[in-house]
């Protein structure tokens, strides 16, 4: 135990500061603390509270989940609702199972935001924008120097909460006239590809979703293509009935665990019973993960019986359990998901909004819009425009547009610095799956050699990839700040 104030350094302003900043704001308040702190974030960028995917964007660009899901509060679910249904006047009721314009939620992640900073301030905490990157991190005593790009700070603890790396760019095109390394916000980045152009995006994924919805939104009248690897289109995600958990459960995971009898195939047991006990047969949702169908075949009968029985039960119990069912899962498991099952189990767990299958699946009927599987090569010609190579056909786009997400997730630039200095230093320890080794339940990072007393280092999101398998999205975020804002506040007498 320590003596407050503490002073809290935030590397990075965007969605996950924000949860950051509720989760702290609620804990305070519960606990009657009012002895004072500071909060230090370090954001270089204009767009504060709300990180890449929610910047300000047209409204065609959605959520992939209802508005029920997207509050930042977890002791309050309703928060988002209500706080979408005061905006637009209607009932809360109405305003639940929309999928709202990503730039909206933005908006309300600024409004969280700085309702959580009145919160603070009148528990006599300050709150202070530092507007620069934070490079390098060094202890000193009871605490931290963080160093900006022009200034240094001290503090006590340390949130590592910047967002995933850019897109990926696997074929090396970087710079390359007519390449676009990543498409957020749309209404920027995809301004200027010209209107009769033919468009290859690179991912099958939500992000390529969101790339084509743009496109078709802004008028786009030229040949557009999805490609990957494995073609694997999101699932259309449907209105989910709220379940009630009896064998999928902390306690059913928990005692498998305790008996040393728990693995991949045990967790599968145990989604089958799951899917049993609620009168669904596991067996479809199981053949999905190994579909090879066609993948715009698999939209259209997603979009015309539904997506695969009980999906939603999956879809409920990631937030409750998807984290623990991964950390006690053993190492070889772990491997074998990311290796052979990763983009198909999200292709299930993060599926696209109904609208957005619907845009998709016209435009594959109108003859504008294909989706390829075994994407091989895609290098730039000489006489301008790509070659792009798939196992089956070859193909020539005048514009490149990457909407790749790599199944292990590399360090966002913003944090590359400051955690190459950690791993350095012996404050942090690198996941053999990728991101960095963090301590389950409490976010810390786990260091790499002894310490007189545990550095206070924090971390959530994309950067606990391998500690965590499920590491973005508002829900995922908000249990991790949670869990983050706790172990401070415990740290405190």
Known sequence: MRASPLTLALVGGGAAATCILVALSQHLIEASHTGGGTVLIFEPRSHLWRGRVYQPDGPEVLTNVPACAMSVQRRNPDDAVEWLASLSGDHPSKVSHR?????????????????????????????????????RLSTRHNGFVVRGERSQWSCSDVVLC?????????????????????????REKLADVQCRSSVLVLGTGLTAVDTVIALAAQGHEGHL?????????????????PHEFVHLTVDGLLNLSSRKNYSL??????????????R?????????????????HRLRRHLITGSPDGLHILEQAIPRLGQLSWHLLPAADKKLIL??????????????????????????????????SGLRSVVRRADGGFLARTETTEMMPDVVISAVTPAVHTTHDDARDIVTGLV????????????????FGTGRIVPDRKFAEDPKIYALGDLTHGSL???FGLSVLVRQADDIARALLESIS
Not at 169 to 183: K, V
Not at 286 to 291: A, F, V, Y
Not at 425 to 436: E, I, K, N, P, Q
């Open 162 to 186: 910047v967002g995933g790396a850019d897109q990926a760019d696997p074929y090396e095109l970087a710079g390359q006239p007519g390449y676009i390394a990543h498409p957020y916000p749309t």
């Open 99 to 135: 999928f709202v314009p990503r730039a909206l939620i933005g908006d309300y992640l600024v409004s969280a935001a700085q309702s959580a900073v009145r919160c603070l301030r009148e528990a006599h905490w300050q709150t202070h924008i530092v507007p620069e990157r934070a490079v």
């Open 424 to 439: 350095a230093d012996g404050l942090a320890r690198t996941h053999h799956l990728g991101g960095l080794q963090v301590e």
């Open 265 to 278: 195939m045990s967790l599968v047991d145990l989604v089958s019973r799951e899917l049993s006990e609620a």
């Open 339 to 372: 290796e052979r099952y990763h983009h198909h189990v999200m292709s299930l767990c993060c599926p696209m909004a109904p609208r957005n299958a619907a845009i998709l699946a016209h435009l594959s009927d109108i003859g504008q819009l294909d989706v390829h």
């Open 280 to 296: 669904f047969d596991p067996v479809s949702l199981l053949q999905e993960l190994n579909s090879t169908e066609v993948p715009l």
């Open 469 to 471: 398998y499920f590491t």
């Open 225 to 241: 293509t999805l490609a990957s690897r494995r073609g694997l289109l999101p699932a259309v995600r449907e209105w989910a009935v």
